[in-house]
């Protein structure tokens, strides 16, 4: 009887099991290879992040101009009973919005910072919009629950409530 000896080549197989091996051993060796590839990711990431094309939203709260626009109108109009004024400008400076008005004639300089959180008035201070808003809220409650006869007294910068003008030193 003949007996037929099949010789199998597993030298394929090895070379790959320690190829495996020689990778993970190059990692272990060599950490700058994993720390590169993890910064090459963040890198692309940060590319497509600064073209738009990413959906993750990193803005840092800032809003638009006719966001700044409505805050502006909400503090004149409501806050300051000042109806006649125009905002002629509003331009996007370093980490700031400049808005200029000009009430009766007079241009004022005003700022808004990018979330719209505060906003600086002509004389220097900065005036929180969300302590603003709640003043307003409060006011509007003093028109309805009164007489035509009961006067209303306009806020002025003593009569806010405490925190809601701060003073940038």
């Given amino acids: 009887m003949e007996e037929n000896n099949i010789k199998i080549d597993d030298s394929f197989v090895m070379d790959n099991v320690s190829n495996k091996k020689s990778h993970t051993k190059k990692i272990r060796d060599n950490p700058w290879i994993l720390s590169t590839f ?3 990711i963040l ?18 709260n800032v809003i638009s101009e006719s966001s700044v626009e409505r805050n502006i109108n909400l503090v004149m109009e409501n806050l ?26 007079t241009t004022y300089q005003l700022a808004s910072t990018l ?7 002509p004389e ?4 929180r919009l ?12 003093e028109v309805e629950n009164s007489s035509e006869d009961d006067e209303i007294p306009m806020s002025s910068f003593d009569e806010l409530p405490e925190g809601v003008v701060e003073q940038i030193l």
Avoid: C, P
């Fill in 124 to 127: 220097g201070f900065w005036i």
């Fill in 43 to 60: 890198v692309l990431f940060l590319v497509l992040q600064s073209f738009g094309v990413s959906t993750v939203n990193i803005t840092g």
């Fill in 80 to 105: 300051f009973k000042i109806n006649n004024f125009e905002i002629v400008d509003i331009e996007l400076v370093d980490d700031i919005h400049l808005i200029s008005i000009v009430v009766n004639g």
């Fill in 38 to 40: 993890v910064l090459g």
């Fill in 130 to 141: 969300s302590e603003i808003e709640s003043t307003i809220a409060e006011m509007n409650v």
């Fill in 115 to 121: 979330d719209g959180e505060f906003i600086r008035m």
